[in-house]
C-alpha cells in the first residue's frame, strides 16, 4: 500500500541545541503511529516541520508519493495534514463554527456561507456530538470538550493525516476514553494518525506502532505488538529505568499541619474539609469539573469566593489571599503555565529565581553570583539543562517549562506546604521518576504536599492519603495500604456511597 506520507533525513538546529538530526518517518493509511520521547526529544519539533511550521534544514518530505516542500500550515492543509497542537489554539470569545473555519486555507476570515456550516456540524456529528450548538462560544466550553473542536476542525477540512501533540496532557479519564475511541473510528476509515503523549498506557491502547526520538535523533520504529512497556521507556531513555515511584519510610513526626474545614465554593466545592500531616503527600483525586483543582486554588488564596477556615501550623489563613498564603508558607505550582506559571519571555535563570529575590539580597542588594548559584542547582535538580540558563523559557519544550515551575515552588518551598495541580502534566518518564523523588525528598525535609491529579496511575504510585471528590463533595479518604485503583476510579465517576 502506498505510504501517505514519506519524511526523510530531516534535520534541524536551533543555536546550541540540535532538535532533529536526521530523522525519517513513513506512515500508512488507517495507521496509528506513536512518536514517544523525552521531553525535549524533538517531538513538537518533528511535526512542525510537517505542517511547515518550522522549515527544516534538511530532509524532505513526500505526501501521496510526491515530493513536497510545505511552506506553512495552510499549505500542510491543502495537502490533507492537520495538527492539534501541544499548547491549545482556539480563540476563546468566537463561535464553535469561527473556530472550526479559523485559519482554514479554504475558507476566508470568518465567512458565513452555508456549505461551512454543514460541514462544522458533520464534523461535530463524527465525533458523537450532535446536539451542539454551533454559535456557541468556545469559552464556554471545558478543556476537554475544546480539545474535542480541535479535532473536529481537522476532520472538517477532511485531514487525511491527523497530528494530535499531547491531546490528552490536559483532560480527564472519561474524556480521554472518549477521545481515544474517536480516534479508532476514524483509523477504520483509512486516516492516519501520528500521536504524541506522555502517558504509555495510550500508546499500548491506542497505536498500532511506535517511532522513539532521543536528543533529536532516531532510536527505533517498531511495531506496539513487539514492544512492551519496560522496552519503550529503556529506549526513550537511553538507560534501564527501575522503580517510578519510591516510597519513602513514613516521616517520623507526622503531627497535623493543615486542617480545613467547611471550605466552600460557590457552584463548585460543597463543605470540603481535610486534614494535611506533616511529610505526607495527600492527593485530591476527582475528574475535571469534580472542584478537585478549586481546593488547592483556593488554598493558594487565588479564590476570592472561597469561604470556610483553613489553619496552618496551628495558625489561622485567611481565604482569597495570595500574599497571606505565602506569608503561611503556602505556595502553589500552577497546572497553566501559560496564564499564571511562566514569564515567557523571561530567561531559565530569571524563572527560575523570580520569587526568591529576597533571599538573595543582603541588606537590601541583590547577589547575582548567589542567585545563579541557586538557579543552576534548581535547573539540576529538576533535570533543566544548566547550560539553557541563559535562553528564554519560551525556547523550551513544553515539558521543560513545566519542570521549571516545579523548580521555582522548589526554591521557596523549605519545609513549607506545596499545592499542586498536575504536577508532572507533560513531563516524560525520567523526568516524572525524578520529580517523584523530589516530592518525597522535600517530605523528608518535612513538606505537607497537597496535589490533584487526573492520572489515576499517578495517584496510586505517590499518594500516602487520597480524597475523592465527585460534583465538589468528598466521597471517600484512604490511607496507605487502602489506596487502589478500582476504588477510586469508581468514586470519582460513579459513587455508590451517599456523598455527605
Ligand atoms: N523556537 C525554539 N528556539 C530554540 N530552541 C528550540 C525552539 N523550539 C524547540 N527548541 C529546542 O528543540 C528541542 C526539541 O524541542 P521539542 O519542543 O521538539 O521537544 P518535545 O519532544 O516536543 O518535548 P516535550 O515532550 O517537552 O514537548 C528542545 O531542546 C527545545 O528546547
Ligand atoms: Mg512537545
Known amino acids: 500500500m502506498q505510504e501517505v506520507l514519506s519524511v526523510r533525513g530531516v534535520s534541524k538546529a536551533y543555536p546550541g541545541v540540535t532538535a532533529l538530526e536526521d530523522v525519517s518517518l513513513s506512515l500508512r493509511p488507517g495507521e496509528i503511529r506513536a512518536i514517544c520521547g523525552e521531553n525535549g526529544a524533538g517531538k513538537s519539533t518533528f511535526v512542525k516541520i510537517l505542517m511547515g511550521i518550522v ?3 534538511s530532509g524532505s518530505i513526500d505526501i501521496n508519493g510526491q515530493t513536497q516542500v510545505v511552506r506553512g500550515p495552510q499549505q500542510a492543509q491543502s495537502m490533507g495534514l492537520g495538527l492539534v497542537a501541544q499548547e491549545l489554539s482556539l480563540a476563546p470569545h468566537l463561535s464553535i463554527l469561527d473556530n472550526i473555519w479559523l485559519g482554514s486555507a479554504e475558507v476566508p476570515f470568518l465567512h458565513r456561507r452555508a456549505s461551512f456550516r454543514v460541514r462544522a456540524k458533520q464534523a461535530l456529528e463524527t465525533l458523537g456530538l450532535t446536539d451542539w450548538d454551533l454559535d456557541r462560544p468556545v469559552s464556554s466550553l471545558t478543556v476537554g470538550q475544546r480539545q474535542l473542536i480541535e479535532i473536529a476542525r481537522l476532520l472538517a477540512r477532511d485531514a487525511r493525516v491527523l497530528i494530535l501533540d499531547e491531546p490528552t496532557a490536559t483532560l480527564s479519564d472519561a474524556d480521554i476514553e472518549r477521545i481515544l475511541g474517536i480516534l479508532k473510528g476514524l483509523r477504520t476509515q483509512g486516516r492516519s494518525i501520528i500521536y504524541i503523549t506522555h502517558r504509555l498506557g495510550e500508546v ?6 511506535i517511532t522513539v526520538l532521543r536528543n533529536g535523533q532516531h532510536v527505533a520504529t517498531q511495531p506496539v505488538s513487539e514492544t512492551t512497556r519496560e522496552g519503550l521507556v529503556e529506549m526513550m531513555l537511553g538507560r534501564s529505568f527501575e522503580d517510578m515511584y519510591p516510597k519513602a519510610p513514613a516521616h517520623a513526626d507526622q503531627s497535623v499541619r493543615v486542617v480545613v474545614e467547611g471550605l ?19 492527593c485530591i483525586a476527582g475528574q475535571i469539573g469534580s472542584g478537585a483543582n478549586m481546593v488547592t486554588r483556593a488554598l493558594a488564596g487565588l479564590v476570592p469566593s472561597a469561604t470556610g477556615s483553613v489553619t496552618v501550623d496551628g495558625r489561622p489563613m485567611r481565604l482569597g489571599s495570595v500574599p497571606h498564603a505565602v506569608a503561611r508558607n503556602v505556595l502553589f505550582v500552577s497546572d497553566d503555565r501559560a496564564a499564571e506559571g511562566l514569564f515567557p519571555q523571561m530567561t531559565v535563570l530569571d524563572n527560575l529565581i523570580a520569587t526568591r529575590l529576597d533571599a538573595s539580597a543582603r541588606m537590601g542588594v541583590l547577589s547575582w553570583p548567589a542567585l545563579r548559584r541557586m538557579a543552576a542547582s534548581l535547573a539540576e535538580r529538576v533535570g533543566v539543562d ?3 540558563l541563559k535562553s528564554q523559557s519560551i525556547a523550551l519544550s513544553g515539558g521543560n517549562q513545566q519542570k521549571l515551575l516545579f523548580g521555582r515552588a522548589l526554591a521557596s518551598a523549605d519545609a513549607g506546604v506545596l499545592l499542586m495541580n498536575e504536577p508532572t502534566r507533560g513531563i516524560d518518564v525520567g523526568a516524572r521518576a525524578e520529580i517523584y ?15 490533584t491529579s487526573s492520572d489515576l496511575e499517578e495517584v496510586v504510585g505517590i499518594a500516602d492519603i487520597v480524597i475523592t471528590l465527585y460534583r465538589g463533595n468528598v466521597v471517600a479518604r484512604y490511607e496507605d495500604e487502602a489506596i487502589a485503583m478500582s476504588s477510586i476510579l469508581a468514586d470519582i465517576t460513579h459513587p455508590t456511597q451517599a456523598v455527605a
Not at 518525597?440 to 496535589?451: F, P, V, Y
Open 55 to 57: 522549515q527544516p534544514d
Open 204 to 209: 499500548f491502547e491506542l497505536c498500532d506502532s
Open 264 to 282: 466552600d465554593v460557590p457552584g463548585t466545592l460543597n463543605k470540603f474539609s481535610m486534614t494535611a500531616p506533616r511529610g505526607r503527600i495527600v
Open 386 to 388: 544548566r547550560h539553557r
Open 437 to 451: 523523588r523530589i516530592m518525597r525528598e522535600l517530605c523528608d525535609l518535612g513538606s505537607t504536599l497537597i496535589m
